[in-house]
């Protein structure tokens, strides 16, 4: 799970062009959007395609991405439990 | 000056001319259906795409089979003919015609087709009609000739934006008459970029509905042909109908996102009543925007109900029966108001079953009745809002006293990235390419020096848009046969990117417009506001010169001995008066 969270991080870095930041600067357990990475909808369109590509998991309802996206940690969870590679 | 509306023309996936237009909308049949000639793998989709190939348009629109042209071009001529004949006009009066023409698609069509054939460096005679403004060109090669030709590219208010700019160039007396409306084919690009938004409907979109779910991309042209009453009398035209009043403004919350209370689609519409000299009692009818994508409709809604109240008239969305025109919608609409007053109806909002908390209840089936005054909605990418009001009597338009020219106060040209920092924040500058940071720090630095924070107006001038996002997403989406897409290269390819990222950056909910006429990009962009400082709409605005070097496309232009020229200027104009 540590594993898959650092890796995470850096691809969302990547991403979301997030350019001076390093995995580090990312809490875990912050909010994405909003408060701690400030992120917006086109993040949470960018964070679907992240998933479908990374990790072969498809959304078809961009709404469903708000319970994910709670934080890194919701998301890698989500991601361990659905990923199809 | 009473501006007259003397001759209309439109095609779309409901008619290829008025009348077919006419009876679809009287007969409430959709033109919504599985598409046929675009190319595209993602087949679920449906489109409102007109009936024909691009070889069996050119013969419509006469236009020899072995001459290059995008499908743009070709739904243009066929609208803008029916225009011009309709409103009968004689070789003299082409001396001082404006053909204004919105579009953003342009020639992508013929460059996501031959892109294969360009990187092997073959196929060369396609490549120019890339340009947007090029696209408009062809159009009116194939129609008459004209005193001024300018295509704006503000995304899906393209067309109202034209029309906007050709009352204006009435007014100040720069035009006789003016020729506008917009453009817009379907292509493989803006269908998956459409789709990375998670916007499209797998079914036939239901604007308003509570159920709705996105919305379907549609394609056509329509086109006015306005002049001053006075003139459309003295030489025996048939008068239509009239421009009553129009605005632009923009809603400067997000690059994609309509705010949830729509100030600027409010603020439009308000603005367009006011030059009206109209109360929102006195309209009896409402072309709304209405794309059926659950965020607009929801913000239009919001911004009808704030401005309405307990008046709010009949409204629909016709765009279950043409599907998203995108730049052509304005136009669209607009002939399709022109022909509800003129016939008497309003037209059906389709495929509507429920409401829900915040939404209007639109008209669901072809309701008859007289309308004297209508208005026309249509909003793009990066919240260019712009409303129209027509009208069934004359409304009397102040015009200019004396053309004023602008006044350059300040200006900045940026080459480098050494003001970066200085000028924007990491989170500001995040999505944005070098150039696009280099257009925002030149437009930061004239409006600290000027003193200048709020101009009246923020116009870009752009020769091929934005092409290092463009030329991303077209290449990824042919690289990977239209799967996987990021949605953020494909926002950031609109020619109007710039314009609202600045309006954006800076809150500014001020009129907002954005030109691609090739290299006569800064002269349309300088004669917008020339024409509303004459007419005292604006009394200042900021001006952005944006092309970036892209070597990918470079490479292409260097087949026809051509190469971008990147510029990032911002100059800050005033009426010194």
């Known amino acids: 799970m540590e594993q898959l969270i650092e890796q995470l991080k850096a691809q969302i870095i990547e991403a979301l062009n997030f350019e001076d930041m390093t995995p580090a600067d990312i809490n875990t357990d912050a909010p994405l959007f909003g408060e701690g990475l400030g992120l917006d909808s086109i993040d949470a369109l960018e964070l679907i395609m992240l998933m479908d590509r990374e990790y072969g998991i498809k959304l078809a309802d961009p709404k469903a991405g708000k319970a994910i996206f709670q934080s890194v940690r919701t998301m890698a969870e989500y991601i361990q439990a659905n990923r199809t590679k | ?577």
Not at chain 2, 125 to 154: D, K, M, V
Not at chain 2, 230 to 250: D, K, M, Q, S, W
Not at chain 2, 569 to 577: I, M
Request: proline share 4%; net charge negative.
């Open chain 2, 1 to 577: 000056m009473r501006i007259a509306v003397t001759g209309i023309g439109v095609v779309s996936a409901i008619g290829m001319n008025c009348a077919e237009t006419l009876q679809s909308l009287l007969d409430e049949r959709s033109g919504i259906g599985a598409m046929r000639y675009l190319r595209s793998v993602h087949t679920d989709l449906p489109v409102g795409e007109v009936p024909h190939s691009d070889a069996d348009l050119k013969a419509l629109a006469g236009v020899p089979a072995d001459e290059p042209m995008p499908r743009t071009s070709l739904l243009g001529i066929i609208a803008a003919r029916e225009a011009l004949q309709q409103a009968g006009l004689n070789d003299q009066m082409a001396n001082n015609l404006a053909f204004i023409s919105g579009t953003t698609v342009g020639g992508m069509d013929l460059t996501e087709q031959h892109w294969h054939d360009y990187t092997k460096g073959k196929s060369t005679n396609t490549i120019r009609l890339h340009e947007a403004g090029e696209s408009t060109n062809a159009i009116a090669r194939h129609i008459g000739s004209f005193s001024f030709i300018a295509t704006p590219s503000t995304a899906c208010s393209s067309a109202l934006n034209a029309i906007m700019l050709g009352a204006n160039m009435l007014r100040t007396g720069q035009a006789k008459a003016a020729l506008v409306g917009g453009a817009e084919s379907l292509s493989m690009f803006h269908l998956n970029g459409f789709n990375t938004l998670m916007i499209l409907d797998h079914r036939p979109c239901r604007p308003f509905d509570a159920g709705r779910n996105g919305l379907n991309l549609g394609e056509g042209a329509g086109y006015l042909l306005i002049e001053p009453e006075e003139e459309a009398i003295a030489r025996g035209a048939t008068v239509l109908g009239y421009i009553g009043g129009y605005a632009n403004t923009c809603d400067a919350f997000h690059q994609t996102a309509s705010s949830a209370d729509g100030e600027g689609a409010y603020l439009a519409m308000r603005g367009a009543l006011q030059m009206a000299e109209l109360q929102p009692a006195d309209i009896d009818y409402i072309n709304a925007h209405g794309t059926a994508t659950p965020n607009n409709d929801l913000s239009e809604s919001a911004a009808l109900l704030r401005l309405f109240g307990d008046t709010l008239p009949a409204v629909s969305s016709t765009k279950a029966f043409t599907g998203h025109t995108t730049s052509a919608s304005g136009g669209i609409e607009a002939v399709i108001c022109m022909l509800a007053m003129r016939h008497g109806f309003v037209p059906a909002n389709l495929n509507w079953s429920n409401t829900a908390e915040g939404l209007i209840r639109p008209v669901t089936h072809t309701e008859y009745k007289p309308l004297r005054h209508v208005l026309c909605n249509a909003f793009g990418f990066g919240g260019n809002e712009s409303s129209l009001v027509l009208s069934t009597e004359g409304i009397d338009l102040p015009i200019a006293e004396h053309l004023v020219e602008p006044a350059a106060v300040c200006t900045a040209d940026i080459a480098d990235d050494t003001e970066v920092s200085t000028y924007i924040s990491a989170a500001e500058g995040r999505r944005m390419t070098p150039q696009t940071r280099r257009i925002a720090v030149a437009a930061r630095r004239v409006m600290t020096e000027s003193g200048i924070t709020m101009p009246d107006a923020i116009v870009c001038a752009t020769q091929w848009g934005c092409m290092l996002q463009s030329m991303r997403f077209l290449q990824d989406m042919l690289a990977t046969d239209e799967q996987q897409l990021k949605p953020t290269p494909f926002i950031q390819s609109t020619h109007n990117t710039i314009a609202s990222l600045i309006a954006i950056m800076t809150a500014n909910h001020g009129y907002n417009s954005t030109y691609a006429q090739g290299r006569q990009s800064l002269a349309c962009a300088m004669e917008d506001i020339r024409s509303q400082m004459s007419l005292g709409l604006i009394r200042t605005a900021l001006v952005l010169e944006f092309d970036e070097q892209v070597e990918v496309w470079d490479n292409v232009l260097a087949l026809i001995g051509d190469r971008t020229q990147a510029v990032a200027r911002a100059t800050l104009f005033a009426n010194k008066n």
